[in-house]
């Protein structure tokens, strides 16, 4: 990690901040596939940022952010779940995002988060971490694997209607 960067619990104020990341994240999904991921919505970046910190003082839940020079250039948001049958699993942390501002990427700033939240996921009690990325995010995909990420399952996707 580069000395100037710092990776922090979220505050109130870093609402706007979090907000244009989370919207931007929305955007680069629905481009991946409009079929299968949400289309940005009206204030999007508003709603998200409102999300995010409606989330920081739940006890089972975790959101961080990586500050460089007093400016908030990415963050990570997961938490604390009990068993899932569904899903075929005990008791995991989730890793929901992890999202950096484009200027700082291939800086160890997500390499940074990912660290710092995979230490409150498991002061949090998560065994383990699970995290989903789009297919075609093949950059966080190998940060993923680089830090001892797995494959474990394979989501897949058919339409039912229309074309």
């Known amino acids: 990690m580069s000395p100037d960067l710092i990776v922090r619990p979220a505050r109130p104020q870093d609402e706007a901040a979090m907000g244009r990341l989370g919207a931007m994240l929305v955007v680069e999904h629905h481009d991946f596939d409009p079929r299968r991921f949400i289309a940005p919505l009206p204030q999007l970046s ?6 995010l910190v409606s989330q920081i003082a739940r006890p089972e839940m975790m959101v ?5 020079a ?12 009990g ?6 699993r005990g008791p995991a942390g989730v890793l929901h995002d992890l999202v950096v501002d484009p200027e700082h990427r291939r800086q160890g700033v997500g390499s940074a988060l990912l660290e710092a939240a995979l230490r409150a996921l498991k002061d949090l009690g998560a065994p383990r971490v699970l995290l989903f990325t789009a297919e075609k995010n093949h950059g966080a995909q190998a940060m993923f694997a680089s830090a001892g990420f797995r494959r474990t399952m394979i989501e897949m996707t058919r339409e039912l209607g229309g074309d």
Do not use: I, N, P, T
């Open 70 to 81: 007093g400016a908030v250039v990415g963050y990570a948001f997961g938490g604390m779940q």
């Open 46 to 51: 508003q709603r998200y940022g409102q999300f």
């Open 64 to 68: 961080l952010v990586a500050e460089r």
């Open 83 to 88: 068993s899932d049958y569904m899903a075929l």
